[in-house]
C-alpha cells in the first residue's frame, strides 16, 4: 500500500498568496471565532519575524551621524 506524501511547504512568493486567501476567509466568516484568536497572535510572530528580518538585512540608516 502506497504511503501519501505530505504536500510541500509554501516557500517564497506562495506564502503570500496563501496569507491572502487566510484573509479572505477571515473577512468572509469562514473561520470559527474560537480559532481567530491562535490566528492572530500566529501572525502577529510572522510579522514580528518580517521586522526582525528586515532590520537585520536592512538596518535603518541614521542621517545625522
Same mark, same amino acid.
Given at each position: 500500500?502506497?504511503?501519501?506524501?505530505?504536500?510541500? $511547504?509554501?516557500?517564497?512568493? /506562495?506564502?503570500?498568496?496563501? @496569507? #491572502?486567501?487566510?484573509? !479572505?476567509?477571515?473577512? %468572509?466568516?469562514?473561520?470559527?471565532?474560537?480559532?481567530? $484568536?491562535?490566528?492572530?497572535? /500566529?501572525?502577529?510572530?510572522? @510579522? #514580528?519575524?518580517?521586522? !526582525?528580518?528586515?532590520? %537585520?538585512?536592512?538596518?535603518?540608516?541614521?542621517?545625522?551621524?
Amino acid at each position: 500500500m502506497p504511503t501519501q506524501q505530505p504536500p510541500p $511547504l509554501p516557500r517564497q512568493l /506562495a506564502w503570500v498568496n496563501l @496569507l #491572502r486567501v487566510l484573509a !479572505r476567509q477571515l473577512d %468572509g466568516g469562514a473561520v470559527h471565532d474560537r480559532h481567530l $484568536l491562535a490566528i492572530a497572535a /500566529a501572525a502577529q510572530d510572522v @510579522l #514580528r519575524a518580517a521586522q !526582525r528580518r528586515s532590520m %537585520g538585512t536592512h538596518p535603518p540608516v541614521n542621517r545625522w551621524e
